[in-house]
């Protein structure tokens, strides 16, 4: 152990180092030029405006390209117009000319790099030419396809209810659009559609469709009157039209039971404030309109159609007498 006089002894403890002044000097300055520590910002920014102010020599580079004549699709390049500095990179800017006669001026770099290819003023802009695919080229056919899979694949209730619940579906040939034109052609007219024919319950295939008019798919419709006229079966519609006569009258009558001789013998009338001309019965084994019988025997028209609206037959209305009112009201 050691002793008192020992232990108090400073040479048994470690020296302290004398205090040393700390120097605040920026390592690019000369040993005698001292810095306080308030004056490190300014120094700062005195020295980057030195090196990258407004008013700094721009050394010349190897690595500028000269781009003077060259074309980058509507633009040529004039001439060097100046520089873009920015705290990293120097950007050479170019005047350019573009074929609508504007003249703009551009970083070099977007134009080497093809990102800047005409002055973009008032909607002038560079169109890059790309080879042309079949929609492309046969939109309206491509419309027609497209529609036909939006039809079957039934995303709305009307189209589930029209094509998919009555198991309406395409052809797996015609999965591909190149082999549904190869198949269909192009279409004739504008006008024209795809159309299921002469199958109207069938699938969407090569044997059951064709490019019809308007007029040709109202023909072909689930709601389409069919008859034997002349020893063929054909729309009602085109009956009517061939005869000239009046399609929602003749209709209104096959509709009604009538056969297509009776409808198409009988003449159409055209609309008045009475609606008697469009009643027909059946007298004598034919049928003629109650408007001509009654006209024929004289009788008044408003008693034998009251009549027969309140169920009595033809015969008992035309054979049952006529009341007579009395002056005084009494019958």
Known sequence: MLAESDAASPAHFPRRRP???VSLRAPHLAPSQKVGVLEYPLLFI??????????APVPYSKQMVDLTGQRF??????RRDGLLRTPYSRIALWRCRCDCGREITTWGKKLRRGKKK??????????????????????????SWRGMWERVRGRTAKRKRNYKDRGITVCDRWKSFAAFLEDMGKKPTPKHTLDRFPNNDGNYE?????WATPKEQSRNMRTTIF????????PLMDVVETLGLKASVIRGRIVNGWSLEEAIAFPTYGRNRRSYRSVAVKFAGKKIFLHDLVKKLGLKYEVVYGRIKNGWDIKEAISAPVRKKAKNGLK
Not at 131 to 141: D, G, H, M, N, R
Not at 227 to 234: H, L, N, P, S, T
């Open 73 to 78: 699709g509507y633009l040529v390049a004039l």
């Open 19 to 21: 205090t040393q002044e």
């Open 206 to 210: 090569p044997t059951n469709c064709r």
């Open 118 to 143: 005409s002055c973009g003023v008032r909607g002038h802009r560079f169109k890059i030419e790309r080879p042309k695919t079949l929609a492309a080229i046969y939109p309206t056919e491509h419309g």
């Open 46 to 55: 005195k020295n980057f405006l030195k090196i990258f102010g407004k008013g």
């Open 227 to 234: 008859v034997e006229y002349e020893g063929k079966r054909m």
